[in-house]
């Protein structure tokens, strides 16, 4: 059940209806399986803005083998045909960002009108976005440019399928995952 809301905000009522048990049981639950970095909750940022945003953490499971394991992915075919797919690929990015960029505080934002950013990154009191796209070709987004504007990011660093590296503005770059340790040190250049 779990995997199924990999990617999206947890609401504990959902589980706990369908498996005849508490929410409380149902965090406690999962703080277990963050505890065993099975699952990564990724939390909200969240700040005065004139917007509601989102306050309900991401679930993440770290490893993509288990997630398609669970979703019962067998194959490069199953995984590129499955519905959750760019839910795959953002987990596993996320993952990686993680592993290669040092920032204090880690969150995704969003609003309850849609804009989003998949990773905020926070260190230093510095601000810089990450965006995850499983597509060719990625496109400045109005969630991209509202993100810049209401988080004050000094940068976002959107993680494409390809292989080219473009700018979509001075301030957006986008890479492909292989460059992504080369681009991570771009996200806090030396301070």
């Not at 369908?18 to 399986?33: A, H, M, P, Q, V």
């Not at 880690?106 to 976005?129: K, Q």
């Not at 109005?142 to 988080?151: I, K, Y």
Request: net charge positive.
């Amino acid at each position: 059940m779990l995997a199924h809301y990999h990617g999206q905000t947890w609401n504990a009522a959902e589980p706990a209806r369908s498996l005849c048990i508490s929410e409380f049981s149902t965090r406690r639950y999962l703080d277990l399986l963050t505890d065993l970095f099975m699952v990564r909750q990724l939390q909200p940022w969240h700040g005065n803005l004139k917007k509601r945003q989102v306050k309900a953490p991401k679930i993440y499971f770290r490893d993509t083998g288990l997630l398609h394991q669970l979703l019962g992915i067998r194959s490069e075919k199953d995984l590129l045909t499955h519905p959750r797919c760019g839910a795959s690929w953002e987990g596993y990015v996320i993952e990686e960002v993680c592993k290669h960029v040092k920032s204090d505080k880690v969150y995704f934002w969003a609003t309850h009108n849609g804009a989003e950013i998949d990773l905020v990154l926070v260190r230093g009191g510095r601000a810089m976005g990450v965006e995850c796209k499983r597509a060719d070709a990625p496109k400045l987004t109005p969630s991209m440019r509202t993100a810049l504007e209401d988080l004050k990011l000094e940068r976002i660093i959107v993680v494409y399928s390809g292989d080219k590296p473009y700018d979509l503005l001075d301030t957006v770059r986008v890479v492909s995952l292989d460059a992504l340790a080369d681009s991570a040190q771009q996200l806090f250049p030396a301070e």
